[in-house]
């Protein structure tokens, strides 16, 4: 039974680099028409994975904070009659930090959302030409403040470990973040994946990553900085206070079933892994024979799932338990985790062993992604 609802609204304002959806800018949306689909696509939901009280619901996309709240109060009315809520939902609105987009928070708190999570990604003009983005960092700024007058719960984002940012740039930088006072903060270290932009830049010689060793200082800084501000790690790239952790994203590292719904949306639930069709267009038109928006819908063997339940979780300060994994998927524990690799680094610091629960330790999240790789078992998928 899902517990959560993603509903993914994808359009933009004006072309992104960092949206999926570029070629998809619509300048009009047929409201009346997307408000039926929804509908329908979450009714289609509820019949598979109903049943449970909703404990999160999360509008993210494009840019969902320019919904009309009086959409997102219908989606919502809807959404309580179907599964019914859990106290204290936590209703969350993903929100790109603009003075057009502030200008509507108002009507969405009325509407009933009840956190926003912004992505600011830095605190410096340079920083945010270089990463792309629209805004600058008083209209960020003017945006956070908005949003902390109207909504319970406010998390934004940065990105660290930047070209040429140095140890004490982002020691100012962190401190000025911890200062606005946020219950919930989202830390990310620039990445440069295969087939992005910045890895044409770096093939190009536009910028140098910063090294290994710097960003292990950066992400050690991180973490120590944070608990001692009262929002300690409690998965390798969020901090909040205890409390304020995102109970929507914990549906995902926790491996339980959300449901989603609108053009793009991915789902997992009632052992599928489900796709909405991508193009606004292409999922509207699916309404005209099908009573849901779906182009995918994958059976997850139950291998594929503990795999997947086990590299998530471990990326948890809580970890895993392991028996009750193995029970839930039919497996045994030996399946699901190298008892030997998880012994030695035990023994070398980086794993943590509690009763029924193992995960990694301070000094293993830095190595996380090598420290999964000897854990999971390669095969796991295919056993």
Not at 24 to 51: F, S
Request: with cysteine.
């Amino acid at each position: 039974m899902a517990r959560a609802l993603y509903i993914h609204w994808p359009f933009c304002l004006a072309k992104c680099p960092y949206c999926d959806f570029n070629s998809h800018v619509r300048e009009r949306v047929d409201n009346g028409a997307m408000e039926a689909a929804m509908l329908a696509d979450m009714r289609h939901e509820h019949a598979i994975a109903g049943g449970e009280p909703l404990h999160s619901i999360f509008f993210g996309g494009g840019t969902p904070s320019l919904m009309p709240p009086a959409l997102v109060e219908r989606l919502l009315r809807e959404a309580e009659a179907l599964w019914g809520f859990a106290p204290g939902i936590e209703i969350t609105l993903e929100g790109n930090p603009s003075s057009v987009e502030a200008a509507n928070y108002a009507s969405l708190a009325a509407s009933g959302i009840n956190r926003v999570s912004l992505g600011l990604q830095a605190l410096d003009n340079e920083t945010l030409r270089f990463l792309g983005r629209l805004h600058d960092v008083s209209e960020g700024l003017a945006a956070l403040d908005v949003a902390q007058r109207h909504f319970e719960r406010v998390s934004f984002d940065l990105i660290y470990a930047r070209p040429g940012q140095s140890l004490a740039d982002w020691d100012a930088e962190l401190a000025r973040a911890l200062g606005f006072g946020t219950g919930h903060l989202s830390l990310y270290q620039l990445t440069i994946e295969p087939g992005t932009r910045f890895e044409t830049m770096v093939r190009k010689g536009d910028f140098t990553p910063l090294d290994e060793d710097a960003c292990a200082d950066m992400f050690a800084l991180t973490r120590e900085r944070t608990a001692a501000a009262g929002l300690p790690a409690y998965e390798i790239s969020n901090h909040a206070r205890p409390g304020e952790e995102s109970r929507h994203n914990l549906t995902y590292w926790r491996y339980e079933d959300y449901c989603g719904i609108g053009p793009g949306a991915h789902g997992r639930r009632a052992g599928q892994a489900t796709v909405r069709h991508r193009k606004p267009e292409n999922w509207l038109a699916a309404f005209e024979t099908e009573a849901h928006g779906i182009v995918e819908s994958r059976d997850l063997e139950r291998p594929e799932q503990a795999s997947e339940a086990m590299l998530m979780g471990l990326r948890l300060r809580e970890g895993i338990e392991l028996e009750s994994l193995a029970r839930r998927f039919g497996l045994p524990t030996s399946a699901l985790c190298h008892a030997d690799k998880a012994a030695f680094y035990e023994s070398q610091g980086l794993v943590w062993r509690e009763g029924v629960r193992m995960g990694v330790t301070e000094a293993g999240m830095p190595l996380l992604d090598g420290l999964l790789g000897e854990l999971v078992p390669a095969d796991l998928v295919t056993q």
